[in-house]
């Protein structure tokens, strides 16, 4: 929203162009590497949601697999099959962290802000 006030919007606005081609030719542009970085970041956070609603039962029902419920189907046999819950956990958290340290390294190359440092 802050790039709509900036300067070249007002100045593409003053020579007439219309909304929709200031948003692809000037705004858009100017936003996408922090778009791309929000993504990656909103990717982890929609896989854990995924997972907690199919470990509460909300989410995807089985058969189809699913993390949540593969985590909630090996409750039961925690103290004599750990493994059963605790590997798609540790599966999980590996994919979680990796996307969100993949979009972290992205904002550190595209973000223009940290190159100055």
Known sequence: ISEKTKEYVEAAQA????????IFKEILPNIIHSLLVLATLRVGFFIILEASLSFLGLG???P???????????????LSAWWVSTIPGIALLILVLSINLFGEGLRDILDPRLKLE
């Open 64 to 78: 189809t697999p699913a993390w949540g419920s593969m985590i909630n189907s090996g409750r039961a046999y925690m």
């Open 60 to 62: 995807i029902q089985p």
């Open 15 to 22: 020579l007439g162009e219309s909304d929709v081609k200031i």
